[in-house]
C-alpha cells in the first residue's frame, strides 16, 4: 500500500497533467470553429468546379489533353499524404496509416511513391514506398499547394508515376474523422462514373454550352485551377480534423485526470486518517500504560 507521501506526489503529478490537457483542449476549441467552418463552406464551391470539369471533359478529345490520358500500365503511383505535425490527436494519424496501408495491399500497383505533408507521415511513406518530397514544414500547409501541384502534374506528366491520390483524414462532425482516398490524377471522365453517379452528374449538367475558343482549351486552362481546389479542400479538412480530434482526446484526458485526481485525494485522505487513527491509538496505549505502572 502507498504511503501518503508517494501518494501526494503522483497527485501532483496528475494535477499538472490536469493543467497541460486543459489547456491544450482550450486552445484546439478556440481554433476549432473557425478550421470546421473553412472546411464546410469550401465543399460546395469543390463540388462545383468539379461538375464543370466533367461538363467540358464530356465535349473534349482526351487525347489531347494529357491530365485525361489514362495510362496503359499500372507501374507507380503517387499518395500525397496529408497528417499532422504534432501528436495528442488520438488515432487520428493512426486510423489513417490503417486504411493506406489497407489500399495499398489490394493495389495493383508494383511500386509506390509519397509526397508528405505532415511530420507524422514521414516514417509511413518511407516503410511503404519512395518519399519524392516532404513539405511538412510549410506553415500552414495550405501554402505549399503551388509546389505540391508542381510536383504531382510534372511527375504524372512524364510518365514517372501513372495514379495520383491524395491520403487525408475528411472532417464529418466534431466526433467524427474519417479517412479518406480520393484519386485526382487521371481525372475520370464522366463516361467512367458508374450508377448512380453518373445520372447524377447528367441530371446537374443537362445544358448546352457555346465554348469559345474550344472545351479542349478551356479545360486545359481549369484543369491546375481543380488541383489547386482540390488540395485546397483536403488541407482545410485534415486541419479542421486535427482540430476537432485534439479538442476531444485532450477533453478526454482531462476528464481522466480528473477523476484520477478525485480517487487519489479519496485514497490520500484514507490513508492519513489511518496514521491519524494509529498515532491516538499509540497515545492512548501509552496513557494506559504510565497509569496502570503509577
Not at 514521414?122 to 511538412?136: E, F, P, Q, V
Not at 510549410?138 to 504531382?152: D, G, R
Amino acid at each position: 500500500m502507498a504511503s501518503p507521501r508517494l501518494i501526494k506526489k503522483r497527485l501532483k503529478s496528475v494535477k499538472n497533467i490536469y493543467k497541460i490537457s486543459k489547456a491544450l483542449e482550450m486552445v484546439a476549441a478556440s481554433k476549432v470553429q473557425k478550421a470546421q467552418d473553412k472546411a464546410v463552406s469550401s465543399k460546395p464551391f469543390s463540388e462545383k468546379i468539379y461538375d464543370l470539369i466533367q461538363t467540358f471533359a464530356k465535349v473534349s478529345d482526351p487525347k489531347t489533353i494529357p491530365l485525361l490520358k489514362i495510362p496503359e500500365k499500372k507501374n507507380c503511383d503517387l499518395f500525397v499524404l496529408v497528417t499532422t505535425n504534432r501528436g495528442l490527436c488520438g488515432s487520428l494519424n493512426t486510423n489513417l496509416f490503417k486504411a493506406l496501408a489497407k489500399h495499398i495491399e489490394k493495389s495493383n500497383f508494383s511500386q509506390h511513391s509519397f509526397i508528405s505533408v505532415g511530420k507524422k507521415g514521414r516514417s509511413m511513406a518511407i516503410t511503404y514506398g519512395k518519399l519524392l518530397a516532404d513539405y511538412s514544414d510549410y506553415k500552414p500547409f495550405e501554402s505549399a499547394i503551388t509546389v505540391v501541384i508542381k510536383n504531382i502534374t510534372d511527375s504524372f506528366l512524364a510518365g514517372e508515376v501513372d495514379e495520383v491520390n491524395l491520403v487525408y483524414n475528411d472532417f464529418v462532425s466534431a466526433l467524427v474523422q474519417e479517412p479518406k482516398i480520393k484519386k485526382i490524377l487521371p481525372i475520370r471522365q464522366v463516361e467512367l462514373l458508374q450508377g448512380e453517379e453518373q445520372e447524377k452528374l447528367i441530371k446537374k449538367e443537362n445544358i448546352n454550352y457555346n465554348f469559345e475558343p474550344s472545351p479542349e482549351d478551356v479545360l486545359q486552362s481549369l484543369l491546375p485551377f481543380y488541383l489547386e481546389v482540390q488540395l485546397r479542400e483536403v488541407f482545410q479538412e485534415a486541419e479542421a480534423s486535427e482540430h476537432s480530434a485534439r479538442m476531444v482526446a485532450m477533453k478526454n484526458a482531462s476528464d481522466n485526470a480528473d477523476q484520477l485526481s478525485y480517487a487519489l485525494n479519496l485514497e490520500f485522505n484514507k490513508q492519513r486518517q489511518q496514521e491519524i487513527t494509529g498515532e491516538l491509538a499509540d497515545i492512548v496505549t501509552a496513557g494506559v500504560s504510565l497509569e496502570n505502572h503509577e
